[in-house]
């Protein structure tokens, strides 16, 4: 989906649009008054006080008839340069433009408004030529929110449009938007009881509901399973850390303001952890090590707690308690190239048995010019980023470098993936650190006998497990595959009478091979059981009757497919091994 936002061309045409909207907004509610109404990815926005008006459904038709009728009537968008006290004067009984203004810059001489017609607004600019040109819009839909962003303030009304360049690219991006809602992982989420959220718990906190508890633990049991094989050492630390851990890490000066605020219990004062570096770096210092013991990997399941603003809030994808499947590797720099590549490696083997193919890394690295910025060492930096560089060459991977946007401590990894709608995210991240272990004072002991510093590599090959179902379930809209699946098979005897018994067996077999199975014997009609299978995106639906029963076989029919296929009761559970083994539907 295009960002509009990036879009010079768009982006201008939007935002003469959301004028376009509020001169129609004014028509049709005289008393109307404007706070701001800005260009985002999706479009443009409005928030409005409508005084005692209250938008509702069916406005906004009413509201794009208007403003339809403003721009066949062609009127010229005029730019007007004004003084503060103009300014003021002008937008005299307005207290949000009021308010605007006067927080403006006193060294800000020059302020604009543009005006089309019997309307006329405060904005910096740029616009298009005339409203003739604002043909092909759409308002999307409304919502509230406050006053600046306050819960304190006054709630406002906003309301999302967008605007194209012509009929064909306005459908291509409705139809882009359809998608998208029925992709939502939090409506799909809802629908099939993955999780949900509640007020009195609160904000960004969700809670993980039995099927969505089956499906997270599947994701950890295989991420575990590959790590367990490359040598990781998993380990559970306190979701809680001290203020001094944090000034001890550097994250109290530089990444306060994300985290939730301290707490003091008898004569310590804590805070809610918003990453598990610190608990690692202490774990890895609990002994002396070898040059020998190198590479040190140590990975853990750890629950984090970050400060979201609730706006930024969203379902899974972003939340104020994570999961996160986290680990730091502990090398020599002459390991930094072996063990980067075994994380690209991971990374790799984990997108194919996902299905991700749209992606591409992201190779942040230092500006050597910025000598203020990042951690002096020359030496360091040059071997890491060849090392890293040689390693993406190395596997054919696409990469871009971003230079001058590495960490202070070191270059960093990302992977960008392309989801199926909306804008690229970051999922799997590895990040070097040169500065973390000399912070904590760790050490190895090399060749000849001294000590040295090892160098970190912090990776996520999830990132966090929240968000990465929330991209599991928006890529699958919820039809998981097989193995994934909360309930694989779902059993459905024809008649309780004659066919429960054999449903049973069949149930309480395959639950013996380890699958998760139910059986639907409800006293309802095979075709409405059916129908709800499909509903509930269940991979593998059987329908068991007289023929099934007498010569020990089974009829199933796979999520998605109208075919009906009748095997043996051992020719269908090694097709079911088939899909697991090759983590398919």
């Known amino acids: 989906m295009i960002n ?43 928030d409005i006080d409508l005084g005692d008006e209250v938008i509702k459904e069916g406005d906004l038709e009413r509201l794009e008839k208007e403003m339809k009728k403003i721009a066949k009537d062609g009127k010229r968008i005029v730019r007007r340069e004004l003084s503060k006290d103009e300014a003021l004067e002008m937008f005299k009984d307005d207290p949000y433009k009021v308010d605007l203004i006067s927080r403006m810059d006193e060294n800000e001489n020059v302020i604009s408004a543009y005006s089309q017609g019997d309307f006329t607004d405060l904005c910096r600019g ?27 303030n006054k709630m406002l009304q906003r309301i999302y449009g967008v605007c194209f360049e012509n009929e064909n690219d306005l459908n291509d991006y409705l139809r882009e938007l359809e998608e998208a809602k029925e992709r939502d992982h939090r409506k799909i989420g809802k629908d099939l009881e993955i999780f949900m959220s509640h007020d009195l718990v609160g904000k960004g906190m969700p809670l993980w509901l039995p099927n969505g508890a089956i499906i997270r ?42 985290m939730f605020p301290s707490m003091k219990v008898d004569d310590e004062e804590f805070v809610l952890r918003p990453m598990n570096c610190p608990h690692h770096m202490l774990i890895y210092g609990n002994k002396l090590h070898s040059y020998r013991d190198l590479p040190i990997r140590i990975g853990e399941f750890a629950t984090d707690f970050r400060y979201e603003a609730s706006g930024a809030v969203k379902g899974l994808e972003r939340v104020r308690c994570m999961c996160q499947n986290d680990a730091h590797l502990f090398v020599t720099p002459e390991q930094i ?17 996902f299905g991700i193919s749209n ?30 560089r040689k390693v993406l060459d190395d596997f054919g991977c696409e990469y871009y470098e971003a230079i001058g946007e590495a960490a202070f401590y070191g270059p960093k990894l990302d992977v960008e993936v392309k989801p199926a709608v909306g804008p690229e995210v970051t999922l799997s ?119 099934e029963r007498d010569n020990e076989e089974i009829s199933y029919r796979k999520f998605g497919s109208e075919a009906t296929v009748t095997l043996s009761k051992v020719e269908f559970i090694k097709l079911l091994e088939d899909v697991i083994n090759k983590r398919g539907n």
């Open 4 to 46: 509009i936002k990036e879009n010079e061309h768009l982006s201008i045409m939007n935002h003469s649009c959301a004028h376009l909207l509020a001169q129609a907004v004014k028509h049709l509610y005289p008393k109307a008054m404007f706070w701001v109404g800005p260009v985002i990815e999706e479009g443009f926005y409005y």
């Open 126 to 152: 740029p616009h298009v030529e005339s409203v003739k040109e604002l043909k092909y819009f759409k308002l999307i839909k409304f919502s509230g929110a406050y006053w600046k962003g306050d819960s304190k």
């Open 217 to 258: 633990k599947q994701l950890e049991n295989y991420i575990y399973k590959k790590e367990q094989a490359m040598g990781y050492q998993h380990v559970y630390t306190p979701c809680v850390g001290t203020v001094d851990l944090y000034k001890t890490s550097g994250h109290w000066d530089h990444y306060k303001e994300n």
């Open 337 to 353: 190239g072996d063990e980067f590549k075994k994380v690209v490696e991971l990374i790799l083997d984990v997108y194919k048995d």
């Open 359 to 388: 992606y591409k890394f992201r190779l942040s690295l230092r500006d050597p010019e910025d000598k203020e910025k990042y951690f002096d060492d020359d030496e360091m930096w040059n071997h890491a980023e060849d090392t890293l």
């Open 429 to 547: 991240t590895c990040q070097l650190d040169f500065l973390l272990p000399r912070r904590f004072e760790l050490s190895y002991i090399d060749s000849n006998g001294e000590k040295q510093v090892p160098v970190v590599l912090h990776r996520a090959i999830f990132g966090t497990f929240d968000r990465f179902t929330a991209f599991i379930i928006e890529e699958t809209k919820g039809g998981f595959p097989l193995w994934l699946a909360p309930t694989q098979i779902n059993i459905i005897p024809v008649n309780n009478e004659y066919h429960l018994e054999y449903a049973n067996k069949i149930k309480e077999e395959l639950q013996n091979l380890g699958y998760r199975v139910n059986v639907d014997s409800r006293d309802e009609k095979l075709s409405y059981r059916m129908r709800e299978a499909q509903i509930n995106k269940i991979p593998y639906n059987l329908i068991l009757g007289d023929k």
